[in-house]
């Protein structure tokens, strides 16, 4: 065989391009992604509003996907015709996945957890009903993310992964898939690194979480789906692949997970 093989770009599986974040040059950003190795993005919503956004997006670039859900900060003052909105929105050709859902007990500020856990479960049914995979966020709520899933076994992530090695090997015996950010590049990120270690090859995704957690040597700037090369590099070290292989990698998963491909 041998001769030219065209190589697989970075599948960005989780991004947030707002014009609240982006202004102005949310154009430019997007429309440099291809020229920069990045292949396909998920644009992430949040809330009604975003995933809204989102989607929008998603329909006038060819190297967007997008997801739409509830996250668990955006729980409350929920207007009465959420799920119905919600479920339109996932019916849109390039939605491929209902999220960010989960819980996350971090702020003290937050919806209370019966009013996270309602909205979660609520959308775990509907990805059920849908047959559409989960993005799920979780923050300082280990256990009863866990417990939750024990009982819905969804199809999906668990994104921007934070727990114990020990909790990344449970969520894969689940089925489910594992998201690393720019976090995994971080100096103190020793437990992040373990529970990349633990988890397979296969159920690996590559995320940025853009504009937020850009990775070293960014880190604390804005970033964007092309910064993922520097979170790839470092997940192809702890892996023991080649940063090319890990893209590569990844984007298969990615595929895999969210485009039945
Ligand atoms: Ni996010």
């Not at 799920?83 to 339109?88: G, H, K, P, S």
């Amino acid at each position: 065989m041998g001769g030219y093989r065209q190589s697989v770009g970075i599948f960005d599986t989780h991004a947030h391009y707002l014009v609240r974040d982006f202004g102005d040059e949310l154009e430019q950003v997007l429309n440099e992604l291809p020229k920069k190795n990045v292949e396909r993005v998920i644009a992430v919503g949040c809330n009604l509003q975003s995933s809204e956004e989102e989607i929008a997006l998603a329909k006038r670039y060819d190297w967007i996907y997008a997801s739409a859900g509830i996250h668990p900060e955006d729980a409350d003052k929920l207007p009465g015709d959420w799920e119905e909105r919600i479920e339109a929105l996932l019916k849109s050709p390039k939605a491929v996945a209902l999220g960010e859902i989960g819980l996350d007990y971090h702020y003290e500020d937050s919806p209370s957890k019966d009013v996270q856990r309602k909205v979660f479960i609520t959308q775990l049914e509907m990805a059920k009903r849908l047959d559409v995979p989960v993005i799920i966020h979780s923050r300082d709520a280990c256990a009863e993310t866990l417990e939750i899933l024990r009982e819905y076994k969804p199809r999906g992530v668990m994104h921007c992964f934070s727990y114990s090695a020990e909790t990344a090997a449970e969520v894969v015996k689940l089925g489910m898939y594992v998201g690393f950010t720019g976090v995994l590049t971080f100096k103190n990120a020793k437990k992040t690194v373990a529970a990349c270690e633990a988890v397979p090859l296969d159920r690996l995704l590559l995320e940025t979480d853009c504009p937020y957690m850009a990775p070293e040597p960014h880190r604390g700037k804005r970033s964007d789906s092309s910064m993922i090369e520097f979170t790839a590099a470092k997940m192809a070290e702890i892996k023991g692949v080649s940063a090319q292989e890990m893209i590569e990698i990844a984007n298969e998963n990615g595929k895999r997970l969210f485009l039945n491909s």
